[in-house]
């Protein structure tokens, strides 16, 4: 189950590319600003819209993987693969 929940998240990854890339991008100006001592709340704001608009993308991408797959195991292995691939995105119920 596993591999097949990394081989569905990788496929969106990779369709997603841009929006994955976006995300990154903006997080890692916000840091860099915010370590100049230059804080930007407009770029704290942009970077937190990408990073939901990825995590909106995998946990509707987790729905219909745990629904074909089985319910709360499949849910269970996305949610692990995605932490091992994308620590800093949460997906889980909790964040839904």
Known sequence: MLSRAASAIREYADAHATLFERAERLR???ERLER???PSESARNRAERAR???EAGLAALRAT???SIGGREGRRAFDREVERRYPK???SDQSL
């Open 28 to 30: 890692e100006k916000a």
């Open 36 to 38: 100049a001592g230059t």
């Open 52 to 54: 939901r608009e990825v």
């Open 65 to 67: 993987f745990a629904g």
């Open 89 to 91: 995105l949460e997906v």
